[in-house]
């Protein structure tokens, strides 16, 4: 069943339950209140007519006498110990009383009887009858008057109940269609979002801020999340594979051409050989470089531990101006001791040295410092420099100012995010145009 049913059919169901509750108490308290009333004045009746009775003297004949009292509305009948009727007098010849059932009772005694469908009260007294016996006086009066106006009670109370359930029922509804709507609306969006297999947000009012207008907002912001990343994943697949195809492409073709004329062109063997070699090289640089940036950060194994700081720098820089035969000049202002992964940290610098090595001509210069409770240390080059648009864009993965140069695929600085954040470290780069670019990284200190 949907849930606006539900909550419909529970809040109608108990408020129906709740008022038929009400309407019988009402109708059977009522009724039990007016009937007990209708028989104390019967039984009020009954004593005056038989203090009447008493009061006479017995000239007077006592059926006669009677004939005075009798209710119009119902009878008067004295049953003699015998069980015989003595007399029997009834106001608007309801004969139908008269064929009642009686018998002898000593005690008084006073109840309610339904005789053909009509409720009677009857009171019996016992009285002193003719010749000095005992007698039992009874009195019946007829309740149809009470009867009339308790069905009329009867019929208001299901006529009231009936008319309070139609705006209850209105306004259940009401309500059920305040719950269900956004929720609806929530289930019709994701249907979409699953058929489609696009993102699309949940249009929300935004008065309410109630429970269901936070699902929706929570719901959007997760949307807008999936987006994102869903968006960044297709981004880097398709730049991955993109910049896997050039190398491919050339490394086919070169293939080709050795197949076909290799063996006879000797300069062409050397230069296929060298080109596919050389791309190989670049792809397998590429490759690591993914399989690093696609690695979860968590599952990398770091080794951190106190590492000081100048050596460690220094032996970096040696083997730097070995292999790419540039001065590096380093700079101490305060010697310090580091507390980090040392081999993350190398690749980190490695990162930005190689960096300003490509975009510079001149020596790089390192200097190492001590900010608070971290070590500073700041590479810096004086090379082509980049403006703001493009320093704002650098740590995007596949990014380059310059598509045209072919060493590099852009990857560097947004490994180089990863693995700071992997050691705990912060990077940041600053740059001007023709000027030259510093980039600083603070590494925590060891305690
Ligand atoms: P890769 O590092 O993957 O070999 P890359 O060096 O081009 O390639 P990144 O290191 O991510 O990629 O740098 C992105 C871009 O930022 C570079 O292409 C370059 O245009 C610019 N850039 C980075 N460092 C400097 C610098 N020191 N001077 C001038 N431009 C820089
Ligand atoms: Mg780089």
Redesign the pocket.
């Known amino acids: 069943m949907k849930l606006g049913n539900k909550i419909q059919l529970y809040t109608t169901g108990l408020f129906i339950i709740l008022l038929l509750l009400i309407a019988g108490g009402i109708y059977f308290s009522f009724s039990k209140i007016v009937y007990n009333s209708d028989l104390d004045q019967t039984r009020q009746e009954a004593e005056r007519i038989v203090t009447g009775i008493n009061e006479q003297s017995s000239e007077v004949p006592s059926a006669d006498l009677l004939r005075a009292y009798v209710p119009a509305n119902g009878m008067i009948r004295i049953v003699l110990e015998d069980g015989s009727s003595d007399v029997s007098l009834t106001g608007g010849g309801q004969s139908y009383l008269i064929q009642q059932d009686y018998q002898f009772t000593r005690s008084e005694n006073a109840d309610i009887h339904t005789i053909e469908g009509i409720p009677h009260s009857f009171v019996s007294l016992p009285v002193v009858w003719g010749d000095g016996q005992v007698a039992s006086f009874q009195l019946t009066q007829s309740l149809r008057t009470t009867k009339t106006n308790m069905d009329i009670l009867r019929i208001v109370l299901v006529l009231v109940s009936i008319l309070a359930v139609v705006p209850l029922f209105l306004s259940t509804r009401l309500l059920s269609q305040l719950i269900t709507n956004p929720i609806r609306s929530l289930i019709q969006t994701m249907q979409q979002i699953r058929e489609s297999g696009q993102f699309k947000q949940i249009p929300t009012q935004g008065k309410s801020k109630d429970e269901l207008d936070q699902m929706a907002d929570t719901f959007n912001k997760m949307i807008i999340q999936l987006q994102a990343n869903y968006e960044a994943q297709e981004q880097f697949v398709s730049n991955a594979s993109h910049e896997l195809k050039t190398p491919l492409t050339i490394i086919e073709s070169y293939a080709s051409m050795l197949k076909r004329r290799g063996m006879v062109e000797k300069e062409l063997f050397d230069e296929s050989v060298e080109a596919i070699h050389g791309e190989a090289k670049q792809m397998r640089n590429l490759t690591q470089?993914l399989l690093l940036l696609a690695k979860q950060e968590e599952h990398w194994d770091l080794d951190i531990r106190e590492v000081p700081l100048l050596p460690f720098i220094q032996s970096i820089s040696t083997s730097f101006e070995n292999a790419y035969q540039r001065k590096v000049y380093i700079q101490v202002e305060e010697e310090v001791r580091v507390q980090t992964d040392e081999q993350k940290l190398k690749q980190l610098l490695y990162?930005f040295m190689?960096?300003?090595r490509?975009?510079?001509t001149d020596p790089l210069v390192i200097s190492v410092d001590r900010k608070g409770n971290q070590s500073k240390i700041e590479i810096s080059?004086e090379?082509?420099?980049?403006n703001e648009d493009?320093l704002e864009r650098?740590f995007e993965r596949f990014?380059?100012?310059?598509q045209s140069?072919t060493?590099?695929?852009?990857?560097?600085?947004?490994l180089a995010k990863a693995l700071a954040r992997a050691i705990g470290a912060e990077v940041s780069?600053v740059?001007q145009e023709g000027k030259g670019?510093t980039?600083t990284i603070l590494v925590p200190l060891s305690q």
């Open positions: 470089q990162i190689d960096n300003a490509k975009y510079s080059d090379g082509i420099g980049m493009q650098v990014y380059q100012v310059d140069r060493e590099g695929y852009g990857l560097g600085l947004s780069l740059s670019t980039a």
